[in-house]
């Protein structure tokens, strides 16, 4: 496997003058810090689209050396092993430094077709920022990074990708629940890819030190990097690409809405500076359509992660960001200009969405209303939002009775409830296609690209995880194949666009997910 590196990120900012794992606080952008090695590592899945952007096939993946590399027991040459440095604000609350605890970064890959590629170990071992944990991740949550990474970016959603997982033959030790029963779990490592994993915690964590140095050079460097039409233009260049991550941010956001994905943990420490959906943790699929869902319970409490909020929690860790940003400026209104593009960027995002959900030309003020009756109609009939909007989108669906619906309902009181003011919107919803542009095989189209038919359920993944961990992968690669075209009708594969079993409604892993992973 040969793969051509570039360290900027090392080379462009301020390090860590004592490199190895001894816990501190680093008063830089970076750590060096190598993997530690594993026992024996086993590859379990890789994507080849993944792998592709790095002119990599089959034959360099499963070549005897490459399992070595991507568990973190070799390094391939121009690989400068580092653990990035950072903060965040957790659940509303200033954490201080975290930095990168248990994912270590090998270097920027130069891309096949362009561009770059960190490469990146989640689970490589102990780092400056481990504080008191492992530096270890668990089987279970590799899998989920690993599927979701992938999903994500075949649904068209911007997010980091996943090269590879792989098992590394170790326990590791986890109190799933923190409730006093830590068990041994199958531990493994994935290997991440993002053009950059800077997140809004890498700005913060210089700004509250009053570092203003760092925080000039971090902007300096991602914006001659991933922002090059602005790098070097003074207050206006910074300006403006703030301006574009509220933007970024608010279309990524907007994707999760429309599919019903739900990130778990959106602390400022795992908001990408790129708009990418980043760090898949307690993450889950809006199945029964309730918008105060959160898989997380380590937010059960106060729920600040629910599928609702997203769009308002992304907001409030901007204007985080722009109190870091704001020593790089002379006066708030620049950083106030930029939040606003936010606002008006998620308006647009939502009217997208509406049209393309519904399969309308374009999204009228009065759709909105439209969408909003129907969400709440999802809510009270706790009906699968995944399976109703792929039902919808069906030639003859907007008739006027639920028939065309029925595998979508969990609950035949809850239907029995809606029954008749679903009719009613349906009505309303078919005299407003008859006011519209498309045709019916256009409107079908546009609903067949924006609805998909499979999601990475949660019991999906869970079904993989419990196959894998009784030592049979294969599950893993089945379901990667599915999640790859998630918006074709696939024959023989039923199975994975079902609503979520019986057996799956209080299973920990399908509805109860916590942070420790
Ligand atoms: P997360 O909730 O995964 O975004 O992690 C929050 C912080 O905890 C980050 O600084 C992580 O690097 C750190 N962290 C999470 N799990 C571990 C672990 N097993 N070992 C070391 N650090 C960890
Ligand atoms: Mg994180």
Redesign the pocket.
């Known amino acids: 496997m040969h793969i051509e590196f570039d360290n900027t990120f090392l080379r462009e900012l301020p390090g860590d003058p004592e490199a190895g794992a001894r816990v501190r606080d680093v008063q830089a952008a970076w750590s060096r810090v190598d993997p530690t090695p594993v026992a024996a590592p086993r590859l379990l899945a890789w994507s080849p689209e993944a792998a592709a952007l790095l002119g990599l096939g089959r034959d360099d993946i499963q070549a005897p050396g490459t399992v070595q590399v991507l568990a973190g027991n070799a390094l391939l040459p121009g690989m400068q092993p580092w653990a990035g440095n950072y903060g965040g604000h957790?659940f509303g609350n200033w954490a201080g430094q975290?930095?990168?605890?248990?994912?270590i970064s090998l270097g920027e890959a130069l891309g096949a077709e362009g561009g770059r590629w960190e490469l990146q170990l989640k689970g490589a071992g102990?780092t400056p920022?481990?504080?008191f944990?492992?530096?270890?991740?668990v089987l279970r949550s590799s899998v989920r990074e690993f599927l979701c990474s992938e999903a994500m970016h075949h649904l068209g959603i911007p997010t980091t990708r996943a090269l590879s997982l792989v098992g590394t033959g170790e326990d590791v030790l986890r109190d799933m629940f923190y409730d006093g029963h830590p068990r041994a779990e199958p531990g493994a490592v994935v290997c991440r890819m993002a053009p950059s994993f800077l997140r809004f915690g890498s700005w913060q964590l210089p700004a509250s030190r009053g570092d203003t140095g760092l925080l000039r050079a971090l902007t300096d460097h991602v914006q001659r990097h991933h922002f090059p039409e602005l790098a070097e233009r003074g207050e206006a260049g910074d300006a403006e690409w703030f301006a574009q991550v509220c933007e970024r941010t608010a279309w990524t956001v907007a994707g999760w809405m429309r599919v019903g994905f739900v990130h778990g943990?959106m602390?400022t420490?795992?908001m990408s500076i790129l708009g990418l959906t980043l760090?898949y943790?307690p993450y889950g699929w809006i199945e029964d359509y309730d918008p105060d869902w959160t898989p997380n319970t380590t937010d059960a409490q106060g729920r600040r992660y629910r599928f609702g909020t997203q769009p308002q929690v992304a907001y409030w860790n901007l204007a985080r960001l722009a109190q870091a940003l704001a020593p790089l400026f002379t006066d708030a209104a620049p950083l106030e200009a930029g939040l606003q593009r936010f606002g008006a960027a998620w308006a647009a995002a939502e009217r997208d969405m509406v049209a393309r959900k519904l399969g309308l030309e374009r999204c009228r003020d009065a759709d909105l209303g439209l969408y909003a009756d129907l969400r709440g109609l999802l809510r009270a009939g706790q009906v699968d939002m995944t399976l109703f909007f792929r039902a919808l989108g069906r030639p003859g669906a907007a008739a006027t009775d639920t028939t065309a619906f029925a595998d979508a309902f969990y609950d035949a009181d809850a239907r029995a409830q809606v029954e008749s003011p679903l009719r009613d919107w349906l009505a309303r919803y078919a005299a407003r296609l008859a006011d519209d542009a498309l045709d019916a095989g256009q409107r079908s189209e546009r609903m067949r690209r924006a609805n998909p038919r499979y999601v990475l359920r949660n019991w999906l993944a869970q079904e993989a995880i419990d196959r894998a961990e009784q030592g049979d992968p294969s599950g893993i690669a089945e379901l990667l194949e599915v999640v790859r075209r998630p918006y074709e009708d696939q024959p023989g594969r039923a199975h994975y666009a079902q609503r979520r079993p019986e057996w799956a409604r209080h299973r920990a892993g399908c509805s109860m997910l916590s942070?420790s992973?």
Do not use: K, M, P
């Not at 975290?98 to 994912?103: E, K, N, V, Y």
């Open positions: 957790q975290l930095g990168d605890g248990r994912a102990r920022y481990s504080r944990a492992d530096g270890r991740a943990v602390n420490d795992n760090d943790g942070c992973s």
